[in-house]
C-alpha cells in the first residue's frame, strides 16, 4: 500500500520516546486515581490524540501501512476511548451523588 521510506533521526525518536513515557505515566495515574476528574479527561485526550496521530500517518502523510503494527495502537486506542466514554458517565454520576449529599 505505502512503498515511502523515511528515515527517523535519533531526536524524532526521542521525542516519540518521551511521549510514550508521558502518557504511560498519565494513564497510569489515571488508574490510581480514577475519580480524579481531571486527569480522566487528560487520560481520554491522550488517546484521541494517539487515535489522531496513527490515523493521520496511514490516511494523511501515508507514512505507514495500516498493517499489524498500525492496527494495533488504533485498536487499542479506539476501545480505550469507548470504555472511558462509558466510565465518564458513571463518574458524573457519582459526582452528582455526592453533591446531593452534601447538599
Same mark, same amino acid.
Given at each position: !500500500? /505505502?512503498? $515511502?521510506?523515511?528515515?527517523?533521526?535519533?531526536?524524532?525518536?526521542? %521525542?516519540?520516546?518521551?511521549?510514550?513515557?508521558?502518557?504511560?505515566?498519565?494513564? /497510569? *495515574? /489515571?488508574?490510581?486515581?480514577?475519580?480524579?476528574?481531571? $486527569?480522566?479527561? $487528560?487520560?481520554?485526550? %491522550?488517546?484521541?490524540?494517539? *487515535?489522531?496521530?496513527?490515523?493521520?500517518?496511514?490516511?494523511?502523510?501515508?507514512?505507514?501501512?495500516?498493517?499489524?503494527?498500525?492496527?494495533?495502537? *488504533? !485498536?487499542?486506542?479506539?476501545?480505550?476511548?469507548?470504555?472511558?466514554?462509558?466510565?465518564?458517565?458513571?463518574? +458524573?454520576? +457519582?459526582?452528582?451523588?455526592?453533591?446531593?449529599?452534601?447538599?
Amino acid at each position: !500500500m /505505502c512503498s $515511502l521510506l523515511y528515515a527517523v533521526n535519533g531526536l524524532q525518536a526521542r %521525542t516519540f520516546g518521551v511521549w510514550t513515557l508521558l502518557s504511560s505515566v498519565i494513564r /497510569c *495515574l /489515571c488508574a490510581i486515581d480514577i475519580r480524579n476528574r481531571t $486527569l480522566y479527561h $487528560l487520560t481520554l485526550f %491522550t488517546f484521541f490524540l494517539a *487515535l489522531a496521530h496513527f490515523l493521520a500517518e496511514v490516511f494523511i502523510y501515508h507514512t505507514a501501512a495500516l498493517t499489524i503494527g498500525i492496527m494495533a495502537p *488504533l !485498536m487499542v486506542a479506539s476501545f480505550s476511548i469507548m470504555g472511558m466514554l462509558i466510565g465518564l458517565q458513571y463518574l +458524573e454520576v +457519582e459526582a452528582l451523588s455526592q453533591n446531593k449529599k452534601k447538599n
